[in-house]
C-alpha cells in the first residue's frame, strides 16, 4: 500500500493544529468555569 507523503504530513499538521486548538478551548473553559462543576465534568470523563 503506498502512503501519498505529502498527503500524509498534511493531515498530520492538520491534525496538530486541530489538537492544539481544542486545548487551548479547553483551557480557556477551565479557567473560567468553578471548581466544583469541573470537578464534576471532570470524573464523569474519567469514570467512562
Known amino acids: 500500500m ?3 507523503e ?3 504530513k ?3 499538521d492538520e491534525n496538530r493544529k ?3 486548538e481544542f486545548i487551548r478551548k479547553y483551557v480557556e473553559w477551565l479557567k473560567k468555569t468553578p471548581n466544583k ?3 464534576k465534568v471532570h470524573a464523569k470523563f474519567l469514570s467512562k
Open 18 to 20: 486541530e489538537h492544539f
Open 6 to 8: 505529502k498527503k500524509f
Open 10 to 12: 498534511m493531515n498530520k
Open 2 to 4: 503506498a502512503v501519498n
Open 37 to 39: 462543576k469541573w470537578s
